[in-house]
């Protein structure tokens, strides 16, 4: 009698201590500026609406942590992981992402249906970068206005390249063919030729954009294409440069909050991404991390207003990549950039 | 019957010998079968696949030896894991000869020195070379700043950059396998050549130096098979235009997302290591039966 008695006080116990205990979500994403703004803007306000415990995971990049997905079919010991939408249609395709919809995450509804169709089914997209073209404000005193600004004979030896590694070198093959006459997918050849110019004007490449960032900082590189919401935090920096959406337009980088199939808070994952994409959230990260978003009726300061892309106008300054064309040409467009443009620079 | 009496008293303890024998190695065997057997064994398999439907095919093999881009970055892995061989052989021989007939109290210390590097990562290390060697740095700098070049010297994004970077890293482990077969080399030998009146470096060139091939050819394997696999200085050091197979490999898992012809390079990096270790070895153990003939 004395033990049936301890075992149930044992197991009433139990049953209120785990019932007590937090929900926890695994969110993996960037470390850095990312990582101070998403635990101020977004993680701290999501705990305290859901009374659920974030773990943030700062490891690794987008590229590892999709592989990472995928050699665990789906159940990589995270809930919510940013990636890009090319990831996420990636991810999708071979079934390793839980399909997001209105359904289970229901401020999808507000985002642009445009942007939100690039991503896929399985990628919300939170941010919307765009790739622009960064300069030194005291070397250069006219802003470039376009992208053919790279080819000025004052930025011979003063520009430099990402590798084929770095996402932004197939979105500037492209960019420089729909701005030399070519088009986005099937017609690249203007771009690549065009590649290969700066490449030979250019003092090299480098993959990393934090390596990319470090020439301009000093001085040696006066103008190279860049990630606006990176450029925008070297200009907050207080660094002398400025930044510019070329007259040609530009193209747009999509970061997604991407739910793996097996993820074990698939629950809690879908509120984390829901409450990203609500207005006030949105309009919180957009200020605090200076980026733009695929929602339209947020309400940003002016100065942000001016630099991001925010309204359903910002969007048509960007050509909108079809992100499965450019996986399926991605191997062959790599060697195409090994032989004519690295070998330009050489 | 004498026959099978011999049998039954021998049996017994032929069993036990081999389960006492064998039983130790279980858990290494469970390590190894577990951590390297069954994932190699996954990269065979996932070479095979179709990038899509995940089907049986040979299409990454085929389009391995008709990619020229590929073969020659396995013919860059080949050069440039060669040159360090040789490298590290050369610098580390005289190092390890030192070592293996120093009484010196400075011995330990340059034994010491010899080993440091590994105490930092390699990552470290290659930074170190990259802030010597780079078109704005310490060497390039040093000499514009005198007068003797006007241009920077193309030292790193190269293969010599990488070069260095590599025999830096791989050093410790020639030093280390030169050291075990010179430390074999009894002193005698060169004393006694020595009192029949060889000089020096006639002691060196035929006496130490051809009891020290196996030492050699154990270098040379290390260090060709540590810089074939090498990622981080060849990625560092090398730049944009110098891939070789390990970089390749990192690309195909993490960009292109192609991981069956990922797969099928590490594969062929795997061979080209084990024709090499084979090759090696059998030259090794022809010339020790020569030297104990």
Redesign the interface.
Do not use: C, M, P
């Given at each position: 009698m004395k033990f049936s008695a301890f075992c149930t006080g044992v197991l009433i116990f139990v049953t209120l201590a785990a019932n007590s205990r937090a929900e926890t979500l695994v969110v993996n994403s960037y470390g850095g500026p990312y990582e101070r703004i998403i635990r101020e803007r977004i993680i701290t306000p999501f705990e305290a609406a859901f009374g659920i415990d974030v773990v943030y995971d700062a490891v690794g990049?987008a590229?590892?942590d999709?592989?990472k997905i995928?050699a665990t079919n789906g159940r990589p010991g995270f809930d919510v992981v940013v990636m890009t939408a090319s990831q996420s249609l990636?991810g999708c395709r071979e079934g390793l992402l839980m399909a997001l919809s209105p359904k289970n995450v229901p401020n999808l509804a507000h985002l642009s249906p445009a942007m939100a169709s690039v991503a896929g089914p399985c990628g919300a997209v939170h941010e919307v970068q765009y790739l622009s073209l960064l300069y030194r404000k005291d070397k250069l005193a006219d802003p470039p206005t376009s992208w053919a600004a790279l080819a000025d004979e004052r930025l011979k030896g003063k520009i430099i390249l990402p590798?084929f590694?770095n996402t932004m070198a197939a979105y500037l093959v492209e960019i420089l063919s729909v701005a030399n006459g070519g088009d986005l997918l099937d017609n690249v050849e203007p771009g690549f030729e065009a590649m290969a110019a700066l490449a030979k004007r250019s003092?090299?490449?480098?993959?990393s954009s934090s390596i990319m960032e470090n020439y301009i900082k000093d001085g040696?590189v006066w103008a190279m294409p860049f990630w606006n919401g990176r450029a925008q935090l070297l200009v907050d920096s207080g660094l002398p440069v400025d930044y510019v959406l070329p007259k040609e337009g530009s193209i747009p980088l999509m970061a997604t909050l991407n739910v793996p199939k097996n993820a074990e808070n698939r629950r809690a994952a879908t509120k984390f991404v829901n409450f990203f994409l609500e207005k006030a959230s949105q309009e919180s990260w957009v200020t605090g991390y200076k980026v733009g978003s695929a929602r339209t009726d947020i309400d940003v300061p002016a100065d942000i207003r001016a630099k991001q892309i925010t309204t359903e106008a910002d969007l048509k300054a960007l050509h909108l990549p079809d992100l499965a064309g450019v996986?399926a040409r991605?191997?062959a467009w790599?060697?195409r950039w090994?032989?004519d443009v690295?070998?330009a620079?050489? | 019957m004498a026959v099978i009496a011999l049998s039954t008293s021998q049996s017994p303890a032929r069993r036990d010998l081999s389960v006492k024998t064998f039983l130790p190695l279980m858990a290494p065997a469970i390590v190894l079968a577990l951590f390297f057997a069954v994932p190699m064994g996954m990269m065979i398999g996932i070479s095979f696949q179709s990038r899509d439907a995940g089907a049986l095919t040979l299409a990454s093999y085929s389009r391995f030896v008709n990619?020229g881009?590929v073969l020659v970055g396995f013919g860059r892995t080949v050069v440039m894991s060669g040159l360090v061989a040789v490298c590290v052989t050369v610098l580390a021989y005289p190092l390890a000869y030192y070592l293996a007939r120093s009484t010196s109290r400075w011995r330990t210390v340059v034994l010491a020195l010899a080993i440091a590097p590994e105490l930092a990562g390699v990552v470290l290390r290659t930074y170190g070379w990259l802030i010597i060697l780079d078109?704005?740095g310490f060497i390039n700098s040093a000499l514009m700043w005198v007068g003797v070049i006007s241009e920077p010297l193309p030292l790193s994004?190269n293969l010599f950059g990488v070069v260095v970077g590599l025999t830096h890293v791989i050093l410790p482990f020639g030093v280390l396998s030169l050291l075990t077969s010179l430390q074999g080399i009894s002193p005698n030998l060169e004393r006694s050549a020595q009192i029949l009146g060889a000089s020096r470096l006639a002691v060196i060139r035929h006496i130490v130096l051809p009891l020290s091939v196996p030492g050699i050819i154990s270098s040379l394997l290390v260090g060709f098979t540590m810089a074939a696999s090498a990622y981080a200085t060849p990625a560092l050091l090398g730049?944009?235009?110098f891939?070789v197979m390990a970089t390749m490999v990192y690309?195909q898992?993490?960009?292109?997302?192609?991981?069956p012809f990922a797969a099928v390079m590490a594969n062929v990096l795997l061979i080209l290591m084990l024709g090499v270790a084979f090759v090696g070895s059998r030259i090794e153990s022809r010339l020790n039966q020569n030297l104990h003939l």
């Open positions: 990049s590229a590892q999709y592989a995928k990636e590798t590694q003092i090299g490449f480098e993959q040696q996986a991605l191997s790599g060697e090994e032989r690295v070998a620079a050489n | 990619d881009l078109d704005r994004k730049g944009a235009g891939k690309e898992v993490l960009f292109y997302l192609d991981w």
